[in-house]
């Protein structure tokens, strides 16, 4: 300021100053003897807010307080801590780092070498603290390289993550999923099988899977297209970047048509009966009525079951000759239609499966 000589900084804790200018007795005084233009306040709390005001000084005097400023101190930015790495993936030549992202991060240097040394070459850089996996440039073939993570910001760069390990694999050709609509596959990848149970009203020669594979890998029939399976199992074929294939045997089984089933053998399979006054085509459950709930029991040489409505898992165990294994509860279910599947399943675990639809009113 013009005509001044030196400065008086005032300053006191926004709780305790509620008028615009300070109260003398409550704020803290510090006089600058220069007329620098600038001064570090020390020995505050961080995270804390405090009220600034200055005054002007020359011989003649000193001038009012200056309307404040409210500022809160903040610690000083240290360099952010290791990110915890976890298992990288190989997609085919390429490797998929993943870590935990760091909040006091504002990027990250990814580090892969074929030994736990330092590498030679720069790292993959990484902009953004949020970010949380990278995918390395292309690496050589059938080879385990070692990769660990930095995170860093404008403070520094955090000590290494731990080291993990990853092969390339050009050669990998893996169905990791197999699904029909809601029904997901069963994968038996020793055996190279598939089998997915779905609704009886399944059109076998309209079937269109989703399949999802290990990477850089293809599989034929492709995923999304039309596959008939009425005439029984189909081999699908996973081809992997090298070229190099392996042929899984795909079974599509329907669930049992709609009729309630009480009784199973394994001569005789399944075979009907009522529910008390109820009987195998007439189903009906009334809301707020006596005939408001339905007890089913299953009879037979099973040694387990399950049963859902509207393909949602609502029980299963072990036979019970003393408690219903199904309990149908109108107050549970919508208006409307709905469908009963039972499985279940012989002493070498093969599901058997029926299923009845009724209405709720």
């Known amino acids: 300021m013009e005509h001044a000589t030196a400065y008086e900084v005032w300053y006191a804790l926004a709780s305790d100053s509620e008028s615009p200018a300070p109260d003398p007795n409550r704020a803290k005084q510090y006089v600058e003897a220069t007329s620098a233009l600038n001064l570090v306040i ?33 610690a000083p930015l240290a360099p952010p801590p290791s990110p915890e790495i976890q298992d990288p993936q190989p997609e085919g030549t390429f490797i998929r780092v993943k870590w935990t992202a760091i909040p006091q991060a504002d990027g990250y240097e990814v580090y892969y070498i074929g030994g736990n040394a330092l590498p030679g070459t720069p790292p993959v850089q990484v902009e953004g603290g949020g970010i949380d996996s990278v995918l390395t440039p292309e690496l050589a073939d059938d080879t385990t390289y070692y990769v660990w993570v930095r995170a860093r910001n404008t403070a520094g760069i955090s000590t290494d993550s731990g080291v993990k390990s990853c092969t390339t694999n050009k050669g990998e050709k893996v169905i990791r999923t197999f699904s029909i609509g809601t029904a997901q596959g ?5 055996a190279k099988t598939i089998h997915v149970l779905v609704p009886f009203t399944t059109n076998l020669a309209q079937i269109t899977p989703v399949i999802t594979l290990s990477s850089g890998a293809t599989v034929s029939p492709a995923s ?31 669930k049992g048509q709609a009729s309630l089933t009480l009784a199973w053998d394994a001569d005789q399979g399944f075979t009907d009966s009522g529910i008390g006054a109820f009987t195998v085509e007439d189903v009906v459950l009334v809301k707020g009525g006596t005939d408001s709930t339905a007890d089913i029991d299953l009879k037979g040489s099973f040694t387990a079951y399950e049963w859902y409505v509207d393909n ?43 299923g009845l639809r009724f209405e709720v009113k």
């Not at 005439?231 to 599509?252: D, E, I, S, W």
């Open 42 to 74: 020390t020995d505050l709390e961080n995270e804390t807010f405090y009220y600034v005001w200055i005054k002007a000084k020359n011989p003649g005097g000193t001038s009012d307080f200056s309307e404040p400023v409210k500022e809160s101190p903040k």
């Open 186 to 190: 069963i994968i038996d990848e020793a």
């Open 224 to 254: 999304e297209s039309v596959v008939d399976f009425s005439g029984g199992p189909v081999n699908f074929t996973v081809t992997a970047q090298n070229g190099t294939t392996k042929v899984y045997t795909v079974t599509v089984t329907k």
């Open 312 to 354: 949602g898992l609502k029980g299963r165990g072990t036979p019970d000759a003393d408690t219903p294994e199904v309990h149908l509860d109108a107050q549970a279910y919508l208006v409307g239609f709905h469908q009963l599947d039972l499985i279940v399943y012989d002493a070498a675990g093969i599901p058997y499966a029926k």
